[in-house]
């Protein structure tokens, strides 16, 4: 199974200050289409968890644009430029190049 | 809009089957390239994919787990079934259901991603 290691497990960030998330994969998640299968999700408290990032660096209808994904082959980005209140809960990263489908740990952003 | 609901026992003894059920609204399971799929996430722990189906019939599932699942479907009811045999009180989790787009080969999953989720039921295995 490909293991999905993020970094930190917990952030602490001031409102309108910029907050990142690193996700590494046991290999690499580049597909042989070109395409790279590295998605993040955001699972505020209390609820189901919700896509923001597809495909390393697309955001998700609605997704605001504060939110950006980057990286390739094994390592990988999420970025808030300003954190808001409502960007609390916590951030998954998943892979889908290899069955079974796993995701990260997740990372927990509180609000300081 | 796209929902989904999990339904099933809250509370079940450990060697039991769990059986769940995902009613779903705003797409059909006998569309092609449509799909549902099944996601657990035990109490303050990650989540855990578990299995899949598509409008063919066609079923994936987690390999460490295989043995114990059946995923099903009744396009007529718009509802997805999973069960799960043999449950152990690790197996404590809230079970969530996904509608699906993109196809799953029997190895890899390009362009599948979990949306929307339904809102989850908690699922407590104990004697």
């Known amino acids: 199974d490909i293991v999905m290691t993020q970094t930190p497990l917990s952030l602490s960030v001031t409102p309108g200050q910029p907050a990142s998330i690193s996700c590494k994969s046991s290999?690499?998640?580049?597909?042989?289409?070109?395409?790279?299968?590295l998605y993040w999700y955001l699972q505020k408290p209390g609820q189901s968890p919700q896509l923001l990032i597809y495909?390393?660096?697309s955001r998700f209808s609605g997704v605001p644009d504060r939110f950006s994904g980057s990286g390739s082959g094994t390592d990988f980005t999420l970025k808030i430029s300003r954190v808001e209140a409502e960007d609390v809960g916590v951030y998954y990263c998943?892979?889908?190049?290899?069955?079974?489908?796993?995701f990260g740990q997740g990372t927990r952003l509180e609000i300081k | 809009q796209i929902t989904l609901k999990e339904s099933g026992p809250t509370l079940v003894k450990p060697t039991q089957t769990l059986t769940l059920t995902c009613t779903f609204s705003g797409f059909s399971l006998s569309t092609s390239g449509v799909g549902v799929g099944w996601i657990r996430q035990p109490p303050g722990k990650a989540l855990e994919w578990l299995a899949l189906i598509y409008w063919n019939d066609d079923k994936r599932y987690s390999p460490s787990l295989k043995s114990r699942l059946t995923i099903t479907k009744d396009t007529s009811k718009n509802q997805v079934v999973l069960t799960m045999t043999n449950m152990d009180p690790v197996d404590t989790a809230t079970y969530y259901c996904?509608?699906?787009?993109?196809?799953?080969?029997?190895?890899?999953?390009?362009?599948?991603?979990?949306?929307?989720w339904g809102q989850g039921t908690l699922v407590t295995v104990s004697s």
């Open positions: 998943m892979q889908g190049i290899h069955l079974p489908i796993t």
């Open positions: 290999q690499s998640l580049l597909h042989s289409d070109g395409k790279t299968y």
């Open positions: 996904a509608h699906i787009l993109g196809y799953c080969s029997s190895t890899s999953c390009p362009g599948v991603w979990f949306d929307p």
């Open positions: 495909e390393v660096s």
